[in-house]
């Protein structure tokens, strides 16, 4: 019996590979088109130089190679043959010299001298050399010709944990863009869509707080090129740690603590306690000009959110339960006066505009939980001396909340304001290459809900290159 199945197994397994050479001749033929098989390096460099093929037409575009296995659920497609791809790193390192004439950040007091924000009750004056707003990023592109794609992850060092010179970094940018023709979509972690010009101060706040609308949320935006001149978009997008605010008064859903602690005790159920449930939608429509109109644009924004208030911790005077509607109304501008001196500037309207535009604390009255309006905006003239390649900046700022709004707050200083200002003169100047020079000096001026008024004033000296 075993004999007759050796007999058997031996002739079948001959023919089997008979069948399988025959089958593999013209592929092995193939392979040995001008003189055998290619070395890996040469094939992949004969991909790289070989011209790329026009689309369709039967024609290979994109080899798709097997997927990669890089976790439990997640696969990777990897395409090598019709696209070029490249990835850059970039970065920039800085340095700033700050001198405060008084405490100029009383808004984000973990920060300690880092930026401005307001004219604080504190009067000590304080001096630091800053080496936080250094950057470092990566940026991966692709394309066939017409589809496109731009990934960027960007850091920089102000985070929060700054203890002793032990400075970390925290993730700045973190999306991907997609564009196929005159449409992009962006997902990911970017700069706020709408709203999105500002002042070219050194100041690393970039007028929070002062008149300036901006964050870097995670979002969904899609955006389309009608014509040369017309773009709009169109965006969800939602700040990621919801009404986590930098300074205390955070909301939080009353919850049941369970008796028995498991995953890290009773915080592990504090992040889904946020009274946010729906993302903040927002839309732009941007008018650029041509011709005699070359530099200029013009652009209006909207955006709307919706969400319950909820109680703050340790805050026993704010009366939560209220609907809170958060809206803005915004124009954006920009137009060249002269050949060497150009305006831009931004002016908005809005209700309960907090986290999602660095108005940390500034959306509800925190006694009265009533939402507050504001009219906020800021403007900047630019002028670029002829034969000179240095650049003088000149800007003013102002966040007005509605004093009715803020009627019957108690909160101390130092936390809501009835106004805020802001003036700065920038000079700025390249040393050699990418390596710069600037100086900056600001004024603050806040009025606080206590009815105390102070001015600070806030001195900038910085060096830093672009690479």
């Excluded at 809501?416 to 802001?422: A, C, D, G, I, T």
Aim: with cysteine.
């Amino acid at each position: 019996m075993l004999k007759r199945f050796g007999m058997w197994g031996g002739i079948s397994l001959t023919l089997l590979a008979a069948v399988l050479m025959v089958g593999a001749a013209p592929a092995f033929a193939q392979e040995q088109k001008d003189g055998g098989p290619k070395p890996m390096l040469e094939e992949l460099h004969k991909q790289e130089v070989a011209p790329q093929q026009e689309e369709g037409a039967g024609q290979l575009i994109r080899k798709e190679e097997p997927a990669t296995h890089l976790c439990a659920g997640c696969l990777s497609a990897i395409y090598t043959e019709g696209s070029k791809g490249s990835i850059t790193p970039y970065g920039r390192i800085e340095l700033d010299a700050i001198y405060s004439s008084r405490n100029n950040n009383p808004l984000d007091p973990g920060q300690f001298n880092g930026y401005a924000t307001a004219a604080g009750k504190g009067n000590n004056a304080t001096s630091t050399l800053n080496p936080r707003y250094s950057v470092f990023g990566l940026r991966a592109d692709r394309t066939d010709g017409k589809h496109s794609l731009t990934g960027v992850v960007e850091a920089d060092f102000y985070s929060q944990t700054d203890n002793a010179g032990n400075i970390s970094p925290r993730l700045r940018l973190a999306f991907v863009k997609y564009t196929n023709d005159k449409t992009s979509l962006t997902a990911g972690m970017d700069w706020t869509p709408i709203m999105s010009l500002h002042p070219d101060l050194i100041d690393f706040s970039i007028m929070g707080y002062g008149g300036n609308l901006w964050q870097r949320l995670p979002q969904v935006t899609v955006r389309h090129q009608f014509n040369q001149n017309l773009e709009g978009l169109v965006t969800v997008m939602r700040f990621e740690r919801g009404l986590s605010a930098c300074c205390g008064n955070t909301q939080t859903r009353p919850t049941t603590i369970p008796s028995a602690q498991v995953g890290g005790g009773p915080t592990n159920v504090a992040p889904f306690n946020d009274p946010v449930q729906n993302p903040y939608y927002g839309g732009r429509l941007a008018y650029s000009g041509t011709g005699n109109l070359q530099g200029s644009m013009l652009a209006a924004s909207v955006g709307y959110r919706y969400y319950r208030s909820a109680p703050i911790t340790g805050n026993t005077t704010f009366q939560a339960g209220r609907d809170i509607n958060s809206y803005l109304f915004g124009v954006e501008a920009v137009h060249p006066l002269t050949k060497n001196l150009k305006f831009s500037g931004e002016i908005a309207y809005g209700q309960a505009m907090g986290v999602e535009f660095f108005r940390f604390n500034q959306e509800l009255n925190l006694t009265t939980g009533k939402p507050v309006r504001a009219l906020v905006g800021w403007g900047q003239l630019s002028y670029a001396p002829s034969h000179s390649p240095s650049t003088i900046l000149v800007g003013y700022g102002f966040d007005n909340p509605n004093k009715n709004d803020l009627s019957g707050s108690t909160t101390a200083a130092n936390i809501q304001y009835l106004s805020n200002q802001r003036m700065y003169a920038t000079y700025v100047r390249p040393i050699w290459a990418d390596f710069y020079f600037g100086a900056e000096f600001q004024n603050l001026w806040t009025q606080w809900t206590t009815m105390e008024r102070f001015s600070g004033q806030q001195y900038n000296m910085s060096v830093w290159y672009n690479f």
